[in-house]
C-alpha cells in the first residue's frame, strides 16, 4: 500500500485559471554519479465524471512525459545525483491538470524533499508558465522548463 503521507499536492487559482495535482515520489542519493528516473504507476486511471484520476501503467503519456521534464530540469539545479522513483500523479484531466501542471509539481516535490528552494521570482515566472499552458483551443503541451516553451504531444 502506498504511504499517503508521502504525497505532494500543489494547487493555485491564478487569472482564472484552476491548477491542481498530486504526485508521490521517494527520492535517495545516487552514488553512481548520474540521476535516474524509475516509473512505478498503478492506479486506474479515468472511471468516473468529476473523479481524481490516477496514471496507470498503460496511458497517460504526456502526463508520464512532462514529469520526467520537470525532474530533468530540476536535477539541472543541483550539483548532486538522486535517484526518484515516481509511484503516483493524480489529477483532473482537461480540468484541472495538464502535462504541464504535472510536470510542475513533480519538479517541486523533488525540490521539497531534497530541501532545496526557488527564490519567489522563479516560483512566479513557473506558475505564468503553468498558467500560460492552458491557452484556448485545449491541446495537450509538453513543457520544456528550461526555455519556458511547449510543443505539443503527438
Known amino acids: 500500500m502506498l504511504d499517503q ?3 505532494f499536492k500543489w494547487k493555485i487559482f491564478k487569472n482564472g485559471i484552476r491548477c491542481f495535482a ?3 515520489i521517494d527520492v535517495s542519493p545516487n ?10 504507476y498503478s492506479g486506474k486511471g479515468f ?14 503519456q504526456s502526463w ?7 525532474l530533468e530540469f530540476a536535477f539541472s539545479l543541483v550539483d548532486t545525483n538522486w535517484t526518484v522513483q515516481i509511484n503516483k500523479i493524480e489529477g483532473r484531466a482537461v480540468t ?15 525540490f521539497d524533499k ?7 521570482e522563479q516560483i512566479g515566472i513557473f506558475e505564468d508558465f503553468v498558467s500560460k499552458s492552458w491557452a484556448k483551443p485545449y491541446k495537450e503541451l509538453i513543457p520544456d522548463f528550461l526555455n519556458l ?6
Open 149 to 154: 516553451t511547449f510543443t505539443e504531444y503527438k
Open 31 to 40: 552514488l553512481s554519479g548520474r540521476n535516474e528516473i524509475k516509473e512505478n
Open 64 to 70: 508520464k512525459l512532462a514529469a520526467i521534464k520537470g
Open 22 to 24: 498530486i504526485v508521490n
Open 96 to 110: 484541472d491538470t495538464n502535462p504541464t501542471v504535472v510536470g510542475y509539481t513533480i519538479m517541486m516535490s523533488f
Open 47 to 60: 472511471y468516473s465524471q468529476g473523479y481524481i484520476e490516477e496514471v496507470p501503467e498503460f496511458g497517460y
Open 5 to 7: 503521507t508521502n504525497d
Open 114 to 120: 531534497i530541501g532545496f528552494q526557488l527564490d519567489i
